[in-house]
């Protein structure tokens, strides 16, 4: 937590877990400034004038820095196990992503679509903004009907209509992100969208509608990464771009 | 787990984790081929001719197949909250990592050092290998003295001498990581090694020292992203490379 986000004209907080932080991790006393954000707006400081186990209150609240940018990036993900999930969107809101389309695959199992984790969602967001001092949320979406979804809602992500500003995530594709990432690059612009699979990768079927609708397929090459690895080596050549 | 690892000469699999992965996760039956590696040599198949509780079976051992080429690379990483180190470690062995040496730093606390975690680094090596589908552990070192390793040990880390081919990961260092790297593209040649801290990053003293003995010190942005995380983003320029 590297900066404490608040709601819009907050002069307090409440929060628990926020308030634990800044008692058990930094160790804050009355007097001391704290960096904060307000949620969509800038960020900023403000000075505790009282601590204790339900309240923290605050003085001199500027807010005067706007937010790092956003990536123009969504990523379309298949849901993955559960358990994962939470670093996943923890991850993506800190590097910046903007919008994030979680998908059903074949190899997304059903049970996924019953956690109670899947209406944590904001909650992770707010982690993942809260790390990367940021503080306009990630957009998350679900689709649960892949077919559908791609056919009727993917085009509209490239916007543009052009090729290739799609790129999908797939350990056996014949070009490598290397070579598709030089090329864009000489081309001064980042794919729109990356789709990246759960567990066990997309099945043929998927990657050959997604290709049809646009998509790009590339490797990252021999090893076979965690989804966890792959989200965040991809992710770094846009923060990077 | 997308390889089972198996000593030299094995023909059959005794370790439990693995014969829970082939029964349940692979669901594999007698007949089915396996993807197998040998620790340290090389990858390739073998047909089950049994599989019980206690044992699977292996005929028609085939091994054909180097292993990944590993980066030229150690990784230099300030002792974390045990918790992160698993997938830590794993993730550095499953992008290739040669060697790892974690070191001490002003913002580890003493506990870590005391982990039971930390007795279990071969365990966590071997999970990144059967996940990249590689069979050559990356060695792990540990130095509890963070000075005298940097004074003494460092230097000849980079070998050759040369200046700039060790970077540390510094959120308020003034260079970009993308300048840097274009820059060393530009030669051919990525650094040797890569300092990177642990929660709250280095402290002044020890970006100092580092760049006293030939580190030069990079950012990747505005952006404060979790160690595994920049891990990932960063290594991903090696695997690319």
């Given at each position: 937590?590297?900066?404490?986000?608040?709601?819009?004209?907050?002069?307090s907080?409440?929060?628990p877990?926020q308030?634990?932080?800044?008692?058990?991790?930094l160790k804050?006393?009355v007097?001391?400034?704290l960096?904060?954000?307000?949620?969509g707006?800038?960020?900023?400081?403000a000075?505790?004038?009282?601590?204790d186990d339900?309240?923290v209150?605050l003085?001199?609240?500027?807010?005067?820095k706007?937010?790092?940018?956003?990536?123009?990036?969504t990523?379309?993900?298949?849901l993955?196990?559960?358990?994962?999930?939470?670093r996943l969107?923890m991850?993506?809101?800190?590097?910046?992503?903007?919008?994030?389309?979680?998908?059903?695959?074949?190899r997304?199992?059903?049970?996924?679509?019953q956690s109670?984790?899947l209406?944590?969602?904001?909650?992770?967001v707010?982690?993942?903004?809260q790390?990367?001092?940021?503080t306009v949320?990630?957009l998350?979406?679900?689709?649960?009907?892949?077919?559908?979804?791609?056919e009727d809602?993917?085009?509209?992500?490239?916007e543009d209509g052009?090729?290739?500003?799609?790129?999908?995530a797939?350990p056996?594709?014949?070009?490598?992100?290397k070579?598709?990432?030089a090329?864009?690059k000489n081309?001064?612009?980042?794919?729109?969208?990356?789709?990246i699979?759960?567990?066990?990768?997309?099945?043929?079927y998927?990657?050959?509608?997604?290709?049809q609708?646009?998509?790009?397929?590339?490797?990252?090459?021999?090893?076979?990464?965690?989804?966890?690895t792959?989200?965040?080596v991809?992710?770094?050549d846009w923060?990077?771009?």
């Amino acid at each position: 937590m590297n900066c404490i986000l608040l709601p819009k004209n907050a002069t307090s907080i409440t929060e628990p877990t926020q308030i634990t932080h800044i008692k058990e991790v930094l160790k804050s006393q009355v007097g001391d400034s704290l960096i904060i954000g307000e949620i969509g707006g800038k960020i900023g400081k403000a000075t505790i004038t009282s601590i204790d186990d339900h309240e923290v209150q605050l003085r001199d609240v500027t807010l005067d820095k706007n937010p790092p940018a956003k990536l123009n990036l969504t990523v379309v993900l298949a849901l993955p196990r559960p358990k994962v999930l939470r670093r996943l969107i923890m991850d993506m809101t800190s590097l910046g992503v903007n919008k994030l389309i979680i998908v059903n695959s074949y190899r997304s199992q059903k049970s996924y679509w019953q956690s109670p984790l899947l209406n944590r969602m904001d909650e992770f967001v707010f982690e993942g903004l809260q790390q990367a001092i940021d503080t306009v949320p990630m957009l998350v979406e679900f689709k649960k009907l892949f077919k559908p979804f791609i056919e009727d809602e993917f085009p509209a992500l490239l916007e543009d209509g052009e090729q290739s500003r799609a790129v999908i995530a797939h350990p056996y594709a014949m070009q490598s992100w290397k070579s598709y990432l030089a090329d864009a690059k000489n081309k001064y612009r980042m794919p729109k969208v990356l789709c990246i699979g759960a567990e066990g990768g997309w099945i043929d079927y998927e990657v050959d509608l997604l290709c049809q609708y646009g998509c790009t397929s590339v490797s990252l090459g021999e090893r076979i990464l965690r989804t966890e690895t792959v989200v965040n080596v991809l992710l770094g050549d846009w923060l990077k771009a």
